[in-house]
């Protein structure tokens, strides 16, 4: 074990979540994984337990204040908590932005913004009084470039940074670091369906609208879901003592600031 830490993974039933579950677990964490329904995570535990790992299953709506608090006092409850990522999200609309709802818009922003507001917001003080930890925030290349008709994904993920630069001030002086990780164009179901989203709203087909990811990367591909989720682990380990702050790339070279 690392030290009988605990670490907490939101939205660990697919994906990118599952794959840093698993990073997590195999540098040694227990992992507690969450969804809004809990027999999704079923596999992401199966994949742990089957290479050696701990991984718990818990219920988490990040939108619900008092869903996130019920979730945190129970991870609490099994060791120390000494890692948490807020990666629970969705994509949001694809659209102009005369075109979108407020209901969408508020959607999107509940989940990717206020998702991590919460979830790091129940953690903070167990972090603080145990005198050390990191909080990861799984943002995106989208919330430092344009991307056609996703003004509130860009818009929450944006505000993921600035929440992380702001709380790794305020949680410094206490041994707690505070960091995001953006990844790119990542392969899988959720880019798949952006692609095509992505070709309808700009009148191209699928082909060339997954070029114009592919093309502006200079290794010319899609990110896989382990390489971000090596990207959380390290920041994660004591080889990251010194990071705070920072929202680290994961985009095969799209986005180099």
């Not at 344009?146 to 002086?173: D, F, N, Q, S, W």
């Not at 990844?183 to 095509?196: E, Q």
Request: charged content about 20%; aromatic content about 4%.
């Amino acid at each position: 074990m690392n030290g009988g830490r605990v670490a907490v993974v939101t939205g660990g039933n697919r994906g990118i979540g599952r794959a840093i579950a698993g990073a997590l677990a195999d540098d040694g964490f227990a992992v507690v994984v969450t969804a809004r329904d809990p027999a999704t995570l079923a596999d992401t535990v199966a994949e742990i337990e089957k290479a050696g790992g701990t991984a718990v299953p818990l219920a988490c709506d990040v939108r619900d204040e008092a869903s996130v608090a019920a979730m945190a006092a129970e991870a609490a409850g099994l060791g120390p908590v000494h890692t948490v990522v807020a990666n629970a999200g969705i994509a949001g609309p694809t659209a102009p932005l005369h075109e979108i709802g407020l209901d969408a818009w508020r959607d999107c922003l509940a989940t990717d913004l206020d998702g991590v507001f919460l979830t790091f917001r129940a953690f903070v003080p167990g972090l603080v009084e145990r005198g050390e930890g990191s909080l990861i925030a799984v943002s995106s290349m989208t919330g430092k470039r344009p991307l056609h008709g996703r003004t509130p994904y860009a818009a929450a993920k944006m505000g993921v940074i600035g929440l992380v630069r702001t709380l790794a001030v305020e949680l410094g002086p206490h041994n707690v670091r505070v960091n995001a990780v953006c990844p790119g164009a990542v392969a899988g179901p959720r880019i798949d369906d952006v692609i095509r989203k992505q070709a309808t709203a700009r009148g191209v087909s699928e082909e060339e609208a997954l070029r114009a990811f592919t093309e502006a990367s200079p290794l010319g591909r899609l990110v896989e879901p382990v390489e971000v989720a090596r990207a959380c682990a390290f920041l994660a380990s004591d080889g990251a003592a010194a990071i705070t702050g920072e929202d680290l790339n994961a985009t095969a070279g799209v986005v180099m600031y």
